[in-house]
């Protein structure tokens, strides 16, 4: 078992978006994505399937075409190398972020 110290707000130094990993190992990876109000999120498909879960704050998310509004108690699921982001952000966001198989970093090409 391993305890993590995850989901509080932690926006770069700059104020702009920042993903935090707490957890690696080969089929899973976790962390924490904090965007601030008013903040862009600049993120690029990934070739990992991905969950959200929102645990705090308010904004819209879309994904394959649709948007949905989002706060505490979102869950979202998005499939490997489909375009999403979050926008519109009116409060501070936290999701703790979910990839299997673990998250590569490598843009989809």
Request: avoid cysteine; proline fraction near 8%; hydrophobic fraction near 35%.
């Amino acid at each position: 078992m391993e305890i993590i110290d995850s989901g509080r707000f932690e926006p770069a130094p700059d104020r702009s978006a920042n993903f935090a990993e707490h957890l690696r190992v080969p089929t899973l990876s976790f962390g924490t994505y904090s965007i601030p109000a008013g903040a862009v999120d600049g993120q690029s498909p990934h070739n990992e399937d991905e969950i959200y879960v929102v645990t705090a704050g308010r904004g819209s998310f879309t994904s394959g075409g649709v948007t949905v509004e989002v706060g505490p108690g979102s869950s979202l699921f998005v499939p490997a190398r489909e375009e999403h982001r979050f926008h519109d952000i009116t409060e501070d966001l936290v999701t703790l972020v979910f990839f299997a198989p673990a998250y590569t970093g490598v843009p989809v090409s």
